[in-house]
């Protein structure tokens, strides 16, 4: 395989990636196989890496651990406090700190973890 990179003009079997012009060339298929394979495990790994997805969350094998921190004074009377949430962000859950709402006619529901075949979910918070 011969990987030519090239600041000037693309023409040809050249093509254009943000004026940088790119070509590959594979010498036989062996090559083009072996790259196919590379490709593919690549593939397979990052998704075995990462948290699966199940109906609108990812499976972690353990829970993270909680966090503490101090409930701040509510803004104003009658505030509804919503704990916490945890967040899916690059490839694993990030907490995010609670915060004050209105209050509404509606109860607030809290987030929890369910526990799966493969490990524990977030399932998020919501009002009812």
């Given at each position: ?40 495990i690549l593939a397979a790994s990052t ?34 406090w919503i704990p916490g949430e945890w ?28 526990e799966t075949p493969g490990g524990y ?8």
């Open positions: 395989m011969l990987l030519l990179i090239n600041s000037g003009k693309c023409s040809g079997r050249f093509s254009n990636l943000s004026g940088i012009c790119l070509s590959i060339y594979l010498t036989n298929t062996n090559t083009m196989k072996t790259i196919a394979k590379f490709c593919i998704t075995l890496l990462t948290g699966c997805a199940v109906r609108g969350g990812f499976v972690v094998r353990e829970r993270p651990t909680e966090v503490v921190y101090e409930r701040p004074v509510a803004p104003y009377p009658n505030a509804v967040e899916w962000r690059g490839g694993q859950y990030v907490h995010v700190n609670g915060h004050w709402e209105r209050p509404s006619n509606r109860v607030w529901v809290e987030g929890h973890w369910r979910t977030w399932v998020r918070g919501h009002w009812q």
